[in-house]
């Protein structure tokens, strides 16, 4: 079963401009972390956030944490034509298995 | 340093068939994970290996698939027989980091049963 929900589905801007992408959780956690997929291709870590920190940034990335509401946002900033890929969130369960629980993901699409 | 490399890339085989998929972790990563990640989804754990010990292998439908990870470095993952719902992206990754921590996923095996 899949913990965290991504919101939207599906996302499609110009370049240049933010996009904004949101996940929430169902459990407790100890990180949540971000992940970068092209298609066919594999997924690349982006970016975590700890269960005690509310926001981190990384270059043009910035992720929030609302452990309260169990959720979290990944803005990208300016955005660019190679950022189009699939974003999940995954999340690292507090006491857990070590295993990472994902989203089902959402589509960026960045137009040129 | 070569990161976690997973062979085949794809695989076509006709259902009822077998099919084997191997990956070769970091060295030095002790974890090695295998995902399942149908298509419009997330990817979903099968097996976690530490060092050659399976420990989590609750997700994994012990009837048709199995795993090895014989001297605690490279894996296989089988899958006897294939069914027409295991077509789906088999990614392998391993991490040196409890926590959650550390991952690095490979380029996956995308399998298409016909």
């Known amino acids: 079963s899949q913990q965290g929900e991504e919101d939207p589905q599906a996302l499609s801007i110009q370049e240049g401009e933010n996009a904004t992408m949101n996940c929430s959780y169902k459990t407790s956690i100890n990180n949540l972390q971000w992940y970068r997929q092209n298609s066919g291709r594999g997924l690349v870590h982006l970016i975590l956030i700890r269960s005690n920190e509310r926001e981190k940034h990384s270059g043009r990335l910035r992720v929030t944490l609302d452990t309260s509401k169990k959720s979290s946002s990944l803005l990208i900033t300016a955005s660019r034509a190679a950022d189009t890929a699939s974003y999940f969130c995954?999340?690292?369960?507090?006491?857990?298995?070590?295993?990472?629980?994902f989203g089902k993901g959402t589509k960026l699409t960045v137009n040129p | 340093e070569a990161g976690v490399v997973q062979s085949p890339r794809y695989k076509i085989i006709e259902k009822k068939q077998p099919v084997a998929f191997w990956c070769n972790p970091i060295s030095g990563h002790n974890t090695l994970y295998w995902y399942r990640q149908n298509l419009g989804q997330g990817p979903e754990l099968l097996i976690r290996?530490?060092?050659?010990?399976?420990?989590?292998d609750s997700q994994l439908p012990k009837d048709r698939f199995s795993a090895e990870r014989l001297k605690g470095v490279d894996s296989t993952l089988k899958i006897q027989p294939a069914e027409l719902g295991d077509s789906a992206v088999y990614l392998c990754?391993?991490?040196?980091?409890?926590?959650?921590?550390?991952?690095?996923f490979g380029s996956g095996t995308r399998l298409t049963v016909v």
């Open positions: 290996y530490e060092n050659e010990e399976a420990v989590d």
């Open positions: 990754a391993s991490s040196w980091r409890t926590g959650g921590l550390g991952y690095t």
């Open positions: 995954a999340t690292a369960l507090q006491g857990g298995s070590e295993k990472l629980v």
